[in-house]
């Protein structure tokens, strides 16, 4: 069977590595329909809008996505055009496509490998974001012109939602622990208020280990000892940045996919940015997104091609022959997604 996928290449970076990822998932032996939905950059070139209507249209009817990363920009104005509700504006493409989707998890399951990752190379975590609310909901003001405010908004709603995607991937994937981040001794409100609508869902879940950090011992945690998380489920700005923290560890940020799910739809994409620092050179690093293709196969119910996917970018790490420059090799973006391809006709899944 043919599935029938929509993409959005992005900015930067992204058109690169969307190309390494297609090739990959072809190579990976499952027939994909690609449906160009362009956002970001590309999109505004085209039809003045970095998030057309069109494009979010095919997004919802497809309801699977492969993007891109975009460059993290402001929008000004009416975000969308030809909306039959009218306009709406959105703190960046990226938040926008989220809302408009209602893309309400992101998913980054990072992991290391021997031997890129050095002392990290059994690292095997999952990191399970809330994307809709807290300090990044877009309620910002400036008071005068030495002084802003930012609201951090958490409801309890947005909390279960997340709780229990979290514990359901935990039942789903067989892992054991669901760990809550917080900071709920000084903001008893907001992460109080996480805390206890985590707890709420995992007494729903007595097979899972449930567990909480505070976020910065977390951070410590984490670097000293990786093997004490297994599942994690954060508020939006602690799951940004222990992600990034995550795929530091594995060695690079251009190891750790990522995936974006509602109810209706799901959004795959890289953990990192569009890096307009090495665009176009042909040396960015396609792993993470196409680990994020993946998912995205798992997604599908292909997992086995996932599987070989995974195995064959693990086959390429642990030779360490072709490595990208960020894991300190000399091989192109080409070279590198070639290896992959080749390698999957190698692995038994
Ligand atoms: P954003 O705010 O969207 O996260 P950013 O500029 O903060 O963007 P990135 O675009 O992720 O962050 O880039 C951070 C650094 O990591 C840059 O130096 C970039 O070149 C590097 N980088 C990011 N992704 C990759 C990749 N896939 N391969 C190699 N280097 C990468």
Redesign the pocket.
């Known amino acids: 069977m043919t599935y029938r996928v929509a993409v959005a290449a992005g900015d930067?970076?992204g058109p690169e590595?969307t190309a390494a990822t297609q090739q990959v998932l072809d190579a990976a032996g499952v027939s994909i329909e690609w449906v160009a939905a362009p956002v970001g950059k590309a999109a505004a070139a085209r039809c003045g809008e970095e998030l057309p209507w069109e494009s979010l249209e095919t997004m919802r009817e497809l309801g699977v996505v492969l993007k891109g990363?975009?460059?993290?920009e402001r929008l000004s104005g009416g975000a969308l055009v030809r909306a039959p509700e009218g306009t709406r504006t959105h703190p960046s493409v990226?938040n926008g496509l989220r809302r408009e989707l209602d893309l309400y998890c992101n998913l980054r399951p990072v992991r290391g490998f021997a031997p890129v990752s050095g002392r990290y190379a059994a690292m095997d975590l999952v990191i399970v974001r809330e994307v809709t609310e807290d300090i990044y909901s877009g309620i910002e003001r400036s008071v005068n012109e030495d002084c802003g405010e930012a609201v951090k908004r958490i409801t309890g709603q947005a909390s279960r939602r997340i709780a229990r995607f979290a514990y359901d991937y935990a039942v789903r994937c067989g892992r054991r622990r669901v760990t809550a981040i917080h900071k709920a001794n000084v903001l008893h409100k907001t992460d109080g208020l996480f805390l206890r609508c985590v707890r709420e869902v995992g007494a729903e879940y007595p097979g899972i280990l449930s567990e909480d950090r505070m976020v910065d011992a977390a951070c410590y945690m984490m670097v000293k000892d990786p093997a004490a998380f297994d599942v994690m489920v954060l508020p939006n700005q602690y799951g940004d940045i222990l992600s990034?923290l995550a795929a530091g560890l594995a060695g690079?940020?251009?190891l750790a996919p990522g995936a974006n799910f509602g109810e209706t739809a799901a959004m795959f994409e890289?953990?990192?940015?569009?890096?307009?620092?090495?665009a176009g050179k042909g040396?960015?690093?396609?792993?993470?997104?196409i680990l994020s293709g993946a998912l995205l196969l798992d997604h599908l119910g292909e997992r086995e091609a996932g599987d070989r996917v995974r195995s064959a970018v693990e086959m390429v790490l642990s030779e360490a022959r072709v490595l990208?420059?960020?894991l300190g090799g000399t091989a192109t973006?080409q070279e590198v997604t070639d290896a992959i391809c080749s390698a999957c006709e190698k692995v038994t899944a």
């Open positions: 930067g970076i590595l990363p975009l460059i993290a990226n990034d690079s940020l251009g890289a953990a990192h940015g569009a890096a307009p620092d090495i040396i960015a690093n396609p792993i993470s997104l990208p420059a960020d973006s």
